[in-house]
Nanobody, 121 residues
């Protein structure tokens, strides 16, 4: 069974930092792009960042550019370093894997269960 498991969420004050991790089990994702998405209460799921299978190409949402960094260190782990957090970053963050490095959530095949990030003002 293929699983993606996120961790690292929590409560942080405005301006603080968190590092989210995503670990896969059941298969490796060495040839897959990995993405992070988030969903705030009452809002649709939105793209945050993605990284190609090689790690050489990354994309970011305009709202997080310059504050968040996506990285991967092997075929099974991907990270999202989040700095200068704002209350509007509060959401459940999801890790996803798919063949295409894209901002389109529909192109991702595997999804984690999510980890809650809360930024207090």
């Amino acid at each position: 069974q293929v699983q993606l498991v996120e961790s690292g969420g929590g409560v942080v004050q405005t301006g603080g930092s968190l590092r989210l991790s995503c670990v896969s089990s059941g298969r490796t994702f060495s040839e897959d792009a990995m993405g992070w998405f988030r969903q705030a209460p009452g809002k649709e799921r939105e793209f945050v960042a993605s990284i190609s299978w090689s790690g050489g190409i990354t994309y970011y949402a305009d709202s997080v550019k310059g504050r968040f960094t996506i990285s991967r260190d092997n075929a099974k782990k991907v990270y999202l370093q989040m700095n200068s957090l704002k209350p509007e970053d509060t959401a459940v963050y999801y890790c996803a894997a798919g063949r295409a490095n894209t901002k389109n959530a529909l192109r991702y095949t595997y999804w984690g269960q999510g980890t809650q990030v809360t930024v207090s003002s």
